[in-house]
């Protein structure tokens, strides 16, 4: 395995396809580490730091943060700098105008988020006050992931009527509170082509990070707004309904709680297909252009693929998916 090394010189940044100086990049996992992605194969110093924030913030947190992404992290015990995610189990089904999330963490620590009339984020947060460590990991979250909100059951905090009385009905709630969680699809549709942009340059290198086919992707995961990508052509499926056993990675058998990553040639288009957490496969095509046609290794099946085991942030490979189905160990430089 080669491992990514800092340009020296001028680089063409993967994210926004501009020339940078050297002082300019910075070391991007492809793959999130909140899922996982940690591996030397699936980083890159060749993403210039202006678009590495923007990402970490609009495409890879979002992600993370998913219902479904969050789930299988809590359960797989997948930490992100040793701590397990907070989980939103969902939003409070009730007649009341406001919508209340509920954010759970360790120890049944939660936090109910929603925003007033006037615009402005309040939580209210419940735990034993007793215990030092819920206050620790309170404080935590708050900082995190409640920083713009004020805390409304907090002593120093002079709460409004209104606000006393959205309080008030959640507690009249209690154990009758019913939630409906929510899946992101704009979340799993930027990060699908995020990564497969990241994982498609640095496979094919300079040449793919200046074409045209690079700009059609970057265009879609820059857009903030939804309409304006589902108006863009990108052709794929964000697949978080859709289990491997519809799909085109059953060939390769993807392991349980695993990520497996894969850049395969289909009737001449490039397609990078994603599976996360063993069941949940996405696809989306990358080139249509027939001159990228070959170049992938392999010859009744051409693909690469990176296999990752989430919990231990390791991952094996890139092999070729020929290797993968008949068992040989390939590695591809």
Sequence with gaps: MVRPSRPTGPFDCFYCGEKKPAEAASKEHIVPVCIGGGGEQLITWRVCGTCNGFMSKHVDLPFGRDWVV????????????????????????????????????????????????????????????????????ARRVLKKRFSDAKVVNDASYKATPEEDDVVDALAQLGAKMSLKYTISRTAWDRALVKMALGLTCKQFGREFV?????AELRRFVWEMDADKRANMGIAGVSGFLRTVE????????????????????????????????GQYENIVRVSADPSWAGRLPGHMIRGVLWRVEPERKQVDGPQSILARIQGVPSAVD
């Design 246 to 277: 519809e799909g085109v990675s059953k060939v390769w058998r993807p392991v349980p709680g695993s990520h497996d990553l894969a850049l395969i040639e289909s009737n001449g288009d490039i397609r990078f297909v994603m599976v996360v957490f």
């Design 210 to 214: 200046v074409s045209d086919c690079a």
């Design 70 to 137: 969050a789930s299988h992290r809590l359960v797989g015990k997948i930490a992100n700098r040793g701590k397990p995610p907070v989980l939103c189990m969902g939003v409070v089904q009730w007649a009341r105008p406001e919508q209340v999330e509920v954010h759970v963490a360790d120890e049944g620590v939660s936090f109910y988020r929603w925003r007033t009339t006037g615009g402005d984020e309040r939580v209210l947060v419940t735990l034993d006050p007793s215990k030092e460590r819920h206050l620790r990991l």
